[in-house]
């Protein structure tokens, strides 16, 4: 199975401040990677495909991108309704196994 | 719009079974494959199962296989997991997801239920 290892499990962040998360992934997967954003008490929500495409609606302080096997989220300003769990996901093979998340909370 | 909604869930002794069942409107759900994604409680996600749009393909995870069985009915565009022989380390948030591979070309999991909680406990 692919294991992806995401860092850091925790940040405290401050309103406006740039955040980058890394995801990096035990074999080559291309570009088949996603990430969610999760709010307690709800469902998770795709916020980039494809390592590096926005899903349609997310705002464009989310970004992400890929240096061989390792991907990074990053937000730009972040703003209160960031903080949330943030996972990264792989979608090349079965199982389709998550990262372990990254939880961003306020300084 | 696309809505999924998950049903099915409630307090369970281990052994036994139960069924999830997640109502899918907004889309045409003949066309998608759709996923289990599951979350124990403070947890982060883990992926369960697979259907491919006609039914015809299942993938699962080693920690369910042979446990649970993932099936759709198109004509009532429902998706659903049979869990039997349910454990302890079962319990979690269970979620319908659906693959945006027709739409994009890429997979991942675009649209999500609100999750059905599933408690296994004597």
């Known amino acids: 199975d692919i294991q992806l290892t995401q860092s850091p499990s925790f940040l405290s962040a401050s309103i406006g401040d740039r955040v980058t998360i890394t995801c990096r992934a035990s074999q080559g997967i291309s570009s088949y990677l996603a990430w969610y954003q999760q709010k307690p008490g709800k469902a998770p929500g795709l916020l980039i495909y494809?390592?590096?495409t926005l899903q349609s609606g997310v705002p464009s302080r989310f970004s992400g991108s890929r240096s061989g096997t390792e991907f990074t989220l990053t937000i730009n300003s972040l703003q209160p309704e960031d903080f949330a769990t943030y996972y990264c996901q792989q979608l090349i093979s079965y199982p389709r196994t998550f990262g372990q998340g990254t939880k961003v909370e306020i300084k | 719009q696309v809505q999924l909604v998950e049903s099915g869930g409630g307090v369970v002794q281990p052994g036994r079974s139960l069924r999830l069942s997640c109502a899918a409107s907004?889309?045409?759900?003949?066309?998608?494959?759709m996923h289990w994604v599951c979350q124990a409680p403070g947890k982060g996600l883990e992926w369960v199962a697979v259907?491919?749009?006609?039914?015809?393909?299942?993938e699962y995870a080693d920690s369910v296989k042979g446990r649970f069985t993932i099936s759709r009915d198109n004509s009532k565009n429902t998706l659903y997991l049979q869990m039997n022989s349910l454990r302890a380390d079962d319990t979690a948030v269970y979620y319908c997801?659906?693959?945006?591979?027709?739409?994009?070309?890429?997979?991942?999991?675009?649209?999500w239920g609100q999750g059905t909680l599933v408690t296994v406990s004597s």
């Open positions: 997801a659906r693959d945006a591979l027709l739409l994009t070309g890429y997979s991942s999991f675009d649209s």
């Open positions: 907004g889309f045409t759900f003949s066309t998608y494959a």
């Open positions: 494809a390592a590096s």
């Open positions: 259907i491919s749009f006609d039914g015809s393909n299942k």
